[in-house]
């Protein structure tokens, strides 16, 4: 066990458990059993979302809201996690190949939809205790925005689908995001257009017409607006300045 202060919050940790923090959370005046042992691992949020690219996972409000969350593993868990600490220590040590970083980001996004699993237990869980009206709107919005199977909707349309008006849909996703319900909209468009753009064969226009987009023109000034580069642009892998 250890008993540990992450921004002014103190915890108990058992064995199998799983702490998540995001950035610039501070850990200090840990107190830890003489057995202790513990596997980290640190990762900018620039690398993090460079990973989240390569998947579209149904993420829930509670990931985006939490600025930490602690997650209990079973017996087979942790050993799986153990695993992916041997080959990304193993992984890391290879010679440099061509395909290095990508089988690391690979592999990292993996382990992302083990920890994944984990959050989507604990919301499981938590659903059974008594959830505002807004935290069951932004869950059911999530789980929309995020399923493969569903075309994206505009503000209206989901405020609609919720019975709802957009200006309350909006202030929700505020009050729980930080962002209003158009940018977790356009980020998420955004998102999937970059991996379609990055590592799709299809034409720009296809893309666009996928994207839910009345022509590829339109499509053009929206990623241009949101990323600073044209589709073209960020296809052939040029950057901004």
């Known amino acids: 066990q250890v008993h540990m202060t992450l921004s002014d919050e103190q915890f108990l940790l058992k ?5 998540t923090c995001k950035p610039r959370n501070i850990l200090e005046k840990g107190l830890m059993s003489i057995d202790f042992n513990a596997l980290v691992l ?4 620039e690398y993090v979302a460079q990973i989240s690219q390569m998947v579209r996972m149904e993420w829930t409000h509670s990931m985006f809201s939490s600025a930490h969350r602690i997650l209990h ?6 050993r799986r996690f153990q695993l992916y600490f041997d080959l990304l220590r193993n992984h890391l040590s290879r010679p440099e190949t061509p395909h290095k970083e990508l089988s ?9 939809y083990e920890i994944h ?3 989507c237990e604990l919301d499981e869980k938590l659903m059974h205790q008594t959830y505002s009206s807004g935290e069951n ?10 399923d493969p199977a569903k075309p994206y909707l505009n503000v209206n349309e989901y405020a609609s689908l919720f019975s709802i008006t957009p200006k309350y849909f909006s202030s929700v996703c505020k009050r ?10 356009s980020d998420e468009i955004v998102r999937s257009a970059q991996i379609l753009l990055r590592d799709s064969s299809k034409s720009i226009k296809q893309i666009a017409m996928m994207m839910g987009f009345k022509n590829q023109s339109h499509f053009g ?4 607006q949101q990323t600073g580069l044209s589709p073209l642009q960020y296809r052939e892998g040029k950057t901004i300045g």
């Open 137 to 146: 709107i932004m869950r059911q919005f999530m789980q929309h925005l995020h």
């Open 221 to 224: 000034r929206f990623f241009l």
């Open 104 to 112: 690391l980001r690979l592999l990292l996004a993996s382990m992302a």
């Open 176 to 185: 729980l995001t930080g962002k209003t319900a158009n940018q977790l909209i």
């Open 117 to 119: 699993d984990l959050n």
């Open 73 to 78: 593993a079973d017996e087979m868990a942790v």
């Open 42 to 45: 640190i990762l900018s949020p």
């Open 15 to 19: 064995e199998g458990d799983i702490i």
